[in-house]
């Protein structure tokens, strides 16, 4: 794209903006969503936040609309600019509304995919105890509990906790992770866990890598919980 064209795009953008309030106000919401995505795709490389910004418009056209399906699509888009501009605290409540419209159009395998985007999103904020709420609260979702990605996801969790670089990098490499998309499959890649890889010692206890994921899991399970925000 010429300097020119792209000192004009903020202006274009502008412009499309007050056509899709012309078309809201007229009753013609279709074309509005169709006008705000095409300005997100216009600056989503010049200015991504602002692409992130019609994006979630669109989606609440969209939402207005009880079209779930494409408000969940452009959800799915700001969340991805949010993580690839490592803007983690707005990239989680943007999942989780993701995650909360999959769940109302009962695609549940989806929500799995959502949790683990959320899961890595909440670790690289440093945040292991939102991590582990994620995952128990997925476990009113019907089929993760049993799911490759529930299991996945208790792995990473406790090699997180335990500071296993190993067994965390060994998660984040398998398949699950790695075909997951590409902004999601990078977290997972660069995720390093707290000091630096050396484990935890606990001399007076000893206790084996398979007991630990057994007593978490059955922790999980008994932990009863619904809904809510990560």
């Not at 998660?171 to 990078?186: E, G, I, Q, R, T």
């Not at 007076?204 to 978490?216: C, F």
């Amino acid at each position: 794209m010429m300097l020119k064209e792209m000192q004009k795009l903020p202006e274009a953008v502008q412009l499309i903006e007050k056509a899709s309030m012309m078309y809201l106000e007229n009753g013609t919401p279709d074309t509005a969503a169709m006008a705000l995505e095409r300005a997100g795709k216009l600056i989503e490389n010049v200015d991504p936040e602002k692409a992130v910004q019609l994006y979630q418009q669109t989606a609440n056209v969209f939402e207005n609309e009880e079209r779930l399906r494409q408000a969940v699509e452009l959800l799915g888009k700001a969340s991805r600019l949010l993580v690839r501009g490592r803007r983690f605290d707005e990239a989680a409540l943007s999942i989780q509304k993701e995650k909360n419209i999959y769940k109302e159009i009962e695609n549940y395998p989806t929500c799995y995919k959502k949790t683990i985007a959320q899961v890595l999103v909440h670790l690289h904020r440093n945040d292991y105890v939102a991590a582990e709420r994620c995952v128990r609260e997925s476990y009113s979702i019907p089929g993760f509990n049993g799911s490759e990605d529930c299991a996945a996801l208790e792995q990473l969790l406790e090699g997180y906790d335990q500071q296993d670089q190993d067994q965390v990098s060994e998660v984040c490499n398998s398949p699950l992770f790695k075909y997951m998309d590409n902004d999601y499959a990078k977290l997972g890649l660069s995720l390093v866990v707290p000091g630096g890889g050396i484990k935890k010692k606990s001399p007076a206890t000893p206790q084996a890598k398979p007991d630990g994921a057994a007593g978490m899991a059955a922790e999980e399970e008994e932990d009863e919980y619904s809904g809510g925000l990560c």
